[in-house]
């Protein structure tokens, strides 16, 4: 038998899946996946029948023997016990019930661990009680906020518009491990011939996606955009029909002329060969004779000035001739909701206050009245925000602390009461995509085990049993409000019986390069920041005791801090995380490599094993990202708090390290 459904998770692909559910007669002995089998859905036009290592993992991963349940409540000795729903739900409601006259004393945090109409349950509960929440981004916060600086909202070209680029630069974007699709639609651009140049300072699996290749000192995209602007604009090879649709060229003009080439290529570690190669490529000399697409990963916005990174790209994309056209474009992101009615939970009231995440744990110990209650849901904050520890001490100082989930994690671990809820192939959802124009039903194809429950039965439990209660919408009636909008042209009957629709976007974004300001322009940069925007090094050190920059990279097994293969649990290495640094690298001298070698930041020090490989800038280490607080494996034990120049988001790349013995 076989049912379609879709992948919730907190990644782009939003994959259409196909789960194969296995015949009465089939033996399950030694199956960890419960006989079931998922592959990706042949139909749909992004997923094309093929689906990650972490979706193909779904099945065995929700049979996990360290899955959670049933509810857990805290007891008198301190460890966690199970519970009913009814002793768990009727206590989180008493607690709310005696905070409901301060709701400045509540605090609710959801992440993206999951997302769609659905989930935003916890949203209309907690909004509706008029609750602290959250502001600013651990994510992709500073580029969203610089491509709303420049076109007025977030937007690209479609996806299957990259079909028709004549070649194609990508900006960090790593295509083996976190863009399986869209890897294969580079490859496939290859195999006709479109060239591709690949910019990041290394350690990416781009090698197979790859014809040319610019390696920069880490945070220097910036300058080597506008190198090639400059270069553009020195040639007055920027037309008019294009200048004029911008605001500020004149004065951005003066700006980057005032720079000497040479000022920018040695801020970015880039040579003038580097400089010629993508010039070529984004004045359409490197392929065919036609337009170049631009592919931006979201790393290159998560430093001090990683807005300005996207803003410079977005303005070399668009002078050079490539914004607005049918083959050409800036793919950064859009928001996976952008195409739904997902505004019943905002609509039910407006925060008390808000606490900015890259400063969560500051926030939180300065909070005045303190945070008595914290909700979490589809969110890992102590493992995933900056300065991980300093979180973990400031959610266990909280009165009390409810989180739902389906595994102990690093949050979960301190909270008052665990809620089990429902994982993919489990949860019914509408969503979409942050990169297509795709919307997904997600049906329920298997069954919750125990006592789980869906995240919306959880919500709608507790407002439920307040001593006044919230009346929630019936589930049927979210779902369908989702579906209108002015996007889309499809019915829940018609939705749940195909599994997905696209919504009606236009193909090419910013066409005839009339931009979403009220003025219509495009809104160039104002200044270029040639500083590394604020120390990182604090309590007197220099930046010399710490001259290697950490990048937490996306891991292939992990999805952020959730592990996709269940043969890799967190707790199954108790071997020292691996990190990668070039063959040059200068720390490599002074390294013992027959005694234990340590990562070390201002913040927190862990031991690791050092492996090397060719093509990393030599001042920089990486190290995978998702390991966890409780097995010592989380590279946010060393990274300090601190904020982009845009968009509230968090500046992760921006930690100096050092290796020692």
């Not at 009165?399 to 102990?408: K, P």
């Not at 009339?514 to 200044?527: I, Q, S």
């Amino acid at each position: 038998m076989q049912r379609l459904s879709a992948c919730s998770l907190d990644c782009h692909g939003a994959c259409s899946l196909v789960v194969h559910l296995p015949d009465e007669e089939t033996s399950l002995h030694d199956d960890t996946a419960g006989g079931v089998r998922v592959s990706g859905n042949p139909d749909h036009p992004f997923t094309r029948g093929v689906v990650c290592v972490k979706g193909r993992g779904l099945a065995a991963r929700r049979l996990s023997p360290d899955r959670i349940t049933t509810p857990l409540v805290r007891g008198g000795d301190g460890a966690l016990h199970p519970a009913t729903w009814d002793e768990a739900l009727a206590l989180c409601a008493a607690r709310l019930d005696a905070l409901r006259h301060t709701p400045e004393s509540i605090l609710h945090l959801r992440g993206f661990g999951y997302r769609g109409a659905l989930a935003e349950a916890s949203n209309y509960l907690f909004n509706s009680l008029g609750a602290a929440s959250k502001r600013g981004s651990l994510c992709d916060g500073a580029g969203d906020a610089a491509c709303e600086a420049d076109f007025g909202a977030p937007d690209h070209n479609d996806s299957d518009d990259l079909a028709n680029a004549a070649a194609i630069v990508n900006w960090g974007k790593d295509l083996a491990r976190s863009s399986l699709h869209l890897g294969l639609m580079v490859r496939d651009a290859r195999k006709r011939g479109v060239p591709v140049l690949t910019i990041s300072p290394g350690g990416d699996d781009n090698d197979a996606f790859t014809d040319a290749r610019i390696r920069i000192r880490p945070g220097g995209d910036r300058f080597l955009a506008a190198a090639a602007i400059r270069r553009l604009l020195a040639d007055d090879a920027v037309p008019r029909a294009i200048s004029e649709r911008t605001r500020g060229f004149a004065e951005f003009r003066a700006m980057l002329l005032a720079m000497s080439e040479s000022e920018l290529l040695a801020a970015c570690d880039a040579t003038p060969a580097d400089l010629d190669t993508l010039c070529r490529w984004m004045c359409r000399e490197a392929g065919a004779d036609g337009p170049t697409a631009s592919l931006l990963g979201w790393g290159l916005q998560r430093y001090l000035r990683g807005g300005e990174s996207v803003r410079f790209i977005n303005a070399l994309v668009m002078l050079s001739g490539n914004m607005g056209v049918s083959g050409g474009g800036a793919y950064y992101g859009i928001s996976s909701g952008r195409s739904l009615d997902l505004s019943w939970g905002k609509k039910a009231g407006t925060p008390a206050r808000t606490f900015l995440l890259s400063h969560l744990a500051q926030e939180l110990a300065q909070a005045d009245p303190p945070v008595r209650f914290l909700w979490v849901d589809a969110f890992n904050p102590v493992n995933q925000s900056p300065d991980a520890p300093a979180l973990a001490r400031a959610v266990e100082a909280i009165d009390f602390t409810v989180v739902v989930e389906a595994f102990l994690t690093d949050t979960a671990r301190r909270a008052d009461v665990v809620l089990p809820c429902a994982l993919v192939l489990e949860r019914e959802e509408i969503f979409g995509s942050a990169f297509h124009n795709y919307i997904a039903y997600a049906a329920p194809a298997c069954p919750m085990p125990g006592d789980v429950r869906h995240d919306f039965d959880i919500a709608r439990g507790v407002a439920e049993r307040l001593a006044r209660p919230i009346s929630f919408p019936d589930r049927e009636d979210v779902l369908r409000q989702a579906l209108r909008s002015p996007w889309l042209e499809v019915s829940l009957e018609e939705l749940k019986a195909t599994g997905w629709t696209k919504a009606r976007r236009a193909a090419v974004a910013w066409e005839g390069l009339r931009f979403a300001h009220a003025d219509g322009l495009y809104h160039l940069p104002e200044a270029l920041h040639m500083d590394g925007a604020a120390a990182t090094t604090p309590h007197g050190a220099s930046a010399s005791d710490y001259p290697l920059h950490l990048l937490t990279l996306l891991a292939p097994d992990y999805v952020n801090s959730q592990v996709g293969l269940p043969d890799r649990q967190p707790g199954g290495n108790t071997e020292p995380v691996t990190v990668q640094v070039a063959p040059e690298c200068p720390a490599l001298a002074t390294l013992d490599m027959d005694r234990p070698v340590f990562i070390v930041s201002p913040h927190g020090r862990m031991p690791v094993q050092v492996q090397t490989r060719p093509g990393i800038h030599p001042r920089t280490v990486i190290m995978p990202r998702g390991g966890w607080l409780a097995h010592g494996r989380s590279p946010n034990a060393l990274i300090a708090p601190l904020a982009t120049d845009m968009g509230d988001s968090t500046a992760y790349y921006d930690q100096r390290v050092r290796l020692e013995n």
